[in-house]
Nanobody, 122 residues
Framework: QVQLVESGGGLVQTGGSLRLSCAASGRTFRRYTMGWFRQAPGKEREFVAAISWSGGSKYYADSLKGRFSISRDNTKNATYLQMNSLKPEDTAVYYC???????????????WGQGTQVTVSS
């Protein structure tokens, strides 16, 4: 199996930036697609971004294009989410996930981290 651990969350003001990291261990020799999801209180878990193993394919939620950027470093078994121009509505628990094929749906992903809290104050 694959174990995923997120880090980098915290409290920031509106307009600020954060960089989330996802560290993978276990069956990291597999060419997993990596994704980020988020879940705000009282809402469903929603897709944020995804990246293929090679980095050649990236997908973003339409509302986040231009503000969020996903990347990965396979030599470090790490995936990142750069978040800029943060808004209060970005407040959520952010989850890292792994899948065998690229997708934008929760059910596409087999492995999940525990999440990291991002809070954006107004």
């Amino acid at each position: 199996q694959v174990q995923l651990v997120e880090s980098g969350g915290g409290l920031v003001q509106t307009g600020g930036s954060l960089r989330l990291s996802c560290a993978a261990s276990g069956r990291t020799f597999r060419r997993y697609t990596m994704g980020w999801f988020r879940q705000a209180p009282g809402k469903e878990r929603e897709f944020v971004a995804a990246i293929s193993w090679s980095g050649g394919s990236k997908y973003y939620a339409d509302s986040l294009k231009g503000r969020f950027s996903i990347s990965r470093d396979n030599t470090k078994n790490a995936t990142y989410l750069q978040m800029n121009s943060l808004k209060p509505e970005d407040t959520a628990v952010y989850y890292c996930a792994a899948a065998e094929s690229i997708g934008t749906m929760r059910h596409d992903y087999e492995y999940w981290g525990q999440g990291t809290q991002v809070t954006v104050s107004s």
